[in-house]
């Protein structure tokens, strides 16, 4: 099965708003990391968060690794926050990132 | 700070082509990977490469081939063009000791007549 399921799957806000992610991955799940892609640009690191809470501007991670999910709060967001947003995490000791589908974020004015 | 090139950007082909991809690093990586996006999905791995001379299959390797050339390039090619792979294919790189930590370049677009 899928071994990191984002949702939603898409989320439509206005400028100020916050948003809330979540990601859920399998047990043997390891070092969860948060990326951005800009609408037909490359994928950007946003946060890695194996664990615990992350905070990086006005983005805040928040990984329980016991209950196998993930987080990504944006507070306060712009139109330049829309894009699709992935959760991706590594399988035990691999080197391979598995990659959520994605949850597409829209800001509207 | 480093960057991720690939060529090139658009590559058009006709179907049962050979087409060839091309990545180059210069953080200095060890590990380098290649993508495929198809429009408004999530990322599948091709093939990817732990250290210079590795050459590893993801889950989607059917239909390509990989060349890790040296350490700062590695390359994608595409066997027989098909039409329903067209896509956006993406590399990256990351440091030996934190896979997770990936960096990638901005991407070639396939398209395939």
């Known amino acids: 099965g899928q071994q990191v399921q984002q949702s939603p799957a898409s989320l439509v806000l206005q400028e100020g708003e916050n948003a809330e992610l979540q990601c859920n991955f399998s047990s043997t799940a390891t070092q969860l990391q948060w990326f951005y892609q800009r609408p037909g640009g490359s994928l950007v690191s946003l946060l890695y968060?194996?664990?615990g809470t992350k905070h990086t501007g006005r983005l805040t991670s928040t990984t329980v690794t016991k209950e196998r999910r993930s987080s990504l709060h944006i507070s306060s967001s712009q139109i330049t926050d829309s894009g699709t947003y992935f959760c991706a995490s590594l399988q035990g000791t691999g080197s391979k990132l598995s990659f959520g589908k994605g949850a597409k974020l829209t800001v509207s004015p | 700070g480093g960057i991720i090139t690939q060529t090139p950007k658009f590559l058009i082909g006709q179907e049962g082509q050979k087409l060839t991809l091309k990545c180059q690093q210069n953080?200095?990586?060890?590990?380098m990977y290649w993508y495929r996006q198809d429009s408004g999905k999530g990322l599948r791995l091709i093939y990817y490469s732990i250290t210079e001379n590795d050459l590893q299959k993801g889950d989607l390797s059917e239909g390509y081939d990989a060349s890790r050339e040296k350490k700062s390039s590695f390359s994608l090619t595409v066997t027989s063009a098909q039409k329903n792979e067209m896509a956006v294919f993406l590399c990256?790189?990351?440091?030996?000791?934190?896979?997770?930590?990936?960096?990638f370049g901005p991407g070639t677009r396939l398209t395939v007549l």
């Open positions: 990256a790189s990351s440091p030996w000791d934190n896979y997770a930590e990936q960096f």
């Open positions: 968060n194996p664990s």
């Open positions: 953080f200095n990586h060890d590990t």
